[in-house]
């Protein structure tokens, strides 16, 4: 499956941001897959930020991020979204979607066999 992440940009702390991931190839419908978003900030390693499983019934985040950011999929459009709100400084990073090996909402990289080109997030203090 191939994954194109959009949505990316320069905000100021407290704004809100949505990403969205759309797929092409084995669709949603054919294979039940997790879908996740994860990220890479300067001079860090990629980490975990949010999943979702293959129904979209299922999510899980990463703590630096629960109760702000809102993970979501639409299967009929092959879609998967980021709303981000109060946005801060560190969440300043490119934010990768991916696609899954496995149907339910995993927080493990190695789970995922598809990635997206990533899409900056800059945010501004």
């Known amino acids: 499956v191939q994954l194109q992440a959009s949505g990316g940009g320069l905000v100021q702390a407290g704004d809100s941001l949505k990403l969205s991931c759309a797929a092409s190839g084995r669709t949603f419908s054919s294979t039940p897959m997790a879908m996740g978003w994860f990220r890479r900030a300067p001079g860090k390693e990629r980490e975990f930020v949010a999943s979702i499983n293959w129904s979209g019934h299922v999510t899980d985040y990463a703590d630096s991020v629960k109760g702000r950011f809102t993970i979501s999929r639409d299967n009929p459009n092959n879609s998967v979204y980021l709303q981000m709100s109060s946005l801060k400084a560190e969440d300043t990073a490119v934010y990768y979607c991916?696609?899954?090996?496995?149907?339910?909402?995993?927080?493990?990289?190695?789970?995922?066999?598809?990635w997206g080109q990533g899409t900056q997030v800059t945010v501004s203090s």
């Open positions: 991916a696609a899954g090996r496995v149907a339910w909402a995993s927080n493990f990289d190695h789970d995922y066999i598809n």
